[in-house]
């Protein structure tokens, strides 16, 4: 007679399994797979006796096909980055290639936020909260906030670490556009897939006989956020925000959130109604 043992095993790490996709996944992102169910369900999934610092794996010689990093110990917890885990209803989509990512209302969360960030958004949903574009005072369906790794903020370091598609991050970058012997900025959203087409068709929207990309300290000093967290929203109110069709196009989209230790989520369409904002299709390139 089969031991009883080996045969949830042997069912368990079949190929398509929900323990062969979780066990893939995490060895995919390096994370030991205690850790990454702990992230994912709330608990993980492998059995303990007394202690949690104490793991008892299955006294089966299948226990063998298991990766090293499945029988890891909790003490690997000091090297999860911050706000890398994901609560919720949507953690069962992130089996499916969900973010990785603890998502809340943005406007709870100010200290999560740069000021000009904080103010801007504060002022788009409204008094009433929820009254204006951003929607539900910045939460489910509206714009949400989530904590990052500040070494991560660099958008193919990000989408690496967090589980997002390059396609569901957007870039803003600061443009300095020259004439006349004057300089005036603008900002230019286009998705991480693309670049903006600066020396064309930005510079012919801006009536510039040059545009190109503003020095990072003078970016910095005229929107009071942080590198690597420039975002279309809380720009000077003068500046023109041009932003490539295909980001309105996405369901939901990642941008910066005026610091490096958080990122924004909202949906597409919400940014073309910004202060400033016009949709131009075909600002950006393919990169590649």
């Not at 043992?5 to 066990?23: F, H, N, W």
């Not at 499945?70 to 994901?86: E, F, L, N, Q, V």
Request: glycine content about 14%.
């Amino acid at each position: 007679m089969s031991d009883p043992i080996e045969v949830v095993m042997e069912e368990a790490l079949r190929p398509g399994s929900l323990l062969t996709t979780v066990r893939e996944r995490a060895a995919g992102r390096g994370l030991p797979m205690m850790i990454y169910t702990e992230e994912l369900f709330g608990t993980a999934m492998m059995t303990t006796t007394g202690p949690r610092s104490t793991l008892s794996p299955p006294m089966s010689s299948t226990w063998s096909q298991w990766p090293s990093t499945a029988r890891a110990t909790p003490s690997t917890r000091s090297s999860r980055a911050p706000g890398c885990t994901r609560n919720g209803p949507d953690r069962a989509g992130w089996l499916d290639g969900g973010m990785n990512l603890d998502l809340r209302p943005a406007l709870t969360h100010p200290e999560l936020l740069a000021k000009p960030v904080a103010g801007a958004l504060a002022e788009w949903v409204g008094p009433a909260g929820g009254a204006g574009p951003a929607g539900d005072a910045g939460g489910l369906g509206g714009v949400e906030v989530a904590a990052i790794d500040p070494d991560l903020a660099d958008t193919a370091a990000f989408c690496k670490h967090y589980g997002v598609r390059l396609e569901e991050s957007a870039n803003c970058v600061v443009i300095a556009a020259k004439r006349g012997g004057e300089t005036t900025f603008a900002a230019c959203l286009v998705t991480a897939v693309t670049r903006a087409d600066v020396n064309g068709v930005v510079r012919r929207r801006l009536g510039a006989r040059k545009a190109s990309f503003a020095p990072m300290g003078d970016a910095l000093a005229a929107t009071g956020m942080e590198y690597g967290g420039i975002t279309p929203i809380g720009l000077p109110p003068d500046w023109p925000v041009l932003i490539d069709g295909a980001v309105v196009r996405q369901p939901h989209v990642i941008i910066g959130s005026g610091i490096r230790g958080s990122k924004l989520r909202l949906p597409g369409a919400l940014l073309a109604r910004l202060p400033g904002a016009e949709v131009i299709e075909g600002l950006a390139t393919p990169i590649g």
